[in-house]
């Protein structure tokens, strides 16, 4: 891939669309019905406007923060997204090197098309690499009705595979006919039961929470985070934006009932993450300086690999560091922690219309 080409993630997708053709194409990019979400996700973060500081020191600035016990370069990772191969050979593997060789965090899909023993074994350069955290996805007691998946079908090309799952018979599936759903599961019974068979050295996040009350349902139970996500508009079509739904989940979180809940389990709070729309490290200083601990991403990685296996993905993981470092610097703020609402104002009555301060 030509670095004199592609500047942004928007050069990044354009680019990966022409190359995976209409079927994955489609699959990748679209999601439930109309769009309306997968839109939104995108387009809510242009109601928010950086206010810029001067004369400060910014010669400095530390991008860094940490994340499942493990230093990062960035507050961005890969959410976990299935059937990487059908972007480049090289699959997850690509995907794990290129992350690991960044410094940032990478979800792995149960849907990989590469054995999680390869797809760790590729990030084995990385400090403190392994597997940390269990990355739950709890907003699919059914798929939504993704319009082009009905009419494309969707499965992967013949001599490739889903390695990490597998059937009755031994055999690993190429689609996803026999996946059973239980849309009966419910807090009650689903995480004591996940914590009792999860190893106390991993994290566990609950990926798809999008209501303050369930932050505060979840804040009850001896985990260590949420993923506030709308599946990247692939289930609920009309679901608010991430950007939307993300300052009452972050507030609940920080809220006093849910610290008490979490101290009487000897806990602290809740880490927030968040997993859509990001285009841009302006993007990701939004959403931390309204309320997000770390911001995840699926799609990107997937563009980068159609575009040129790992060497694409370090090109879009680099344009997004480059990204939020300038505008940290900008923003005057030197550390991820200086990133607050304080940095923000709000765009009322439409883009553009009356600026607010949060």
């Not at 500081?53 to 994340?67: A, G, K």
């Not at 000897?266 to 880490?271: A, P, Q, T, V, Y």
């Amino acid at each position: 891939m030509s670095k004199e080409k592609d500047f942004t993630i928007r050069d990044i997708r354009e680019d990966a669309t022409k190359k995976l053709g209409k079927v994955h194409s489609e699959y990748i990019n679209e999601g439930a019905m109309g769009l309306i979400t997968v839109q939104a996700n995108e387009l809510a973060y242009n109601r928010y406007r950086i206010i810029p500081r001067i004369l400060r020191d910014v010669s400095n600035v530390d991008t860094s923060t940490t994340i499942f016990g493990t230093k990062v370069t960035f507050p961005f990772g890969f959410s976990p997204a299935a059937m990487h191969m059908i972007a480049h050979p090289s699959g997850e593997i690509g995907t794990s090197s290129a992350a690991s060789k960044a410094g940032i965090a990478m979800g792995v899909s149960h849907w990989a098309t590469k054995s999680m023993e390869d797809i760790i074994a590729a990030g084995k350069n990385a400090e403190g690499y392994g597997y940390k955290a269990l990355l739950v996805t709890v907003d699919a007691p059914i798929i939504g009705r993704r319009l082009s998946e009905l009419r494309n079908g969707i499965g992967l090309p013949e001599g490739m595979s889903f390695p990490n799952v597998v059937e009755d018979d031994g055999s690993t599936p190429n689609n996803f006919k026999n996946t059973v759903r239980d849309a009966s599961t419910q807090f009650s019974t689903f995480l004591p039961w996940l914590v009792s068979v999860t190893p106390p050295t991993m994290e566990i996040w609950l990926k798809g929470i999008y209501h303050p009350e369930d932050v505060l349902l979840a804040s009850s139970y001896p985990i260590a985070g949420i993923i506030v996500s709308n599946h990247g508009g692939r289930q609920l079509d009309t679901a608010p934006a991430i950007l939307e739904a993300l300052p009452a989940c972050a507030a609940a979180a920080r809220s006093p009932h849910a610290l008490h809940l979490r101290s009487k389990l000897g806990l602290s709070r809740l880490k927030v993450g968040i997993d859509g729309g990001i285009r841009r490290g302006s993007d990701i200083f939004k959403a931390l300086a309204l309320g997000a601990d770390m911001c995840f991403a699926g799609r990107i990685p997937i563009w980068g690999l159609a575009v040129d296996g790992e060497d694409g993905v370090s090109r879009a993981i680099e344009i997004l560091r480059q990204e939020f470092e300038v505008t940290m610097m900008l923003a005057g703020c030197i550390s991820v922690g200086e990133i607050t609402k304080e940095s923000l104002a709000v765009v009322e009555g439409g883009v553009p219309g009356i600026i607010s301060r949060l």
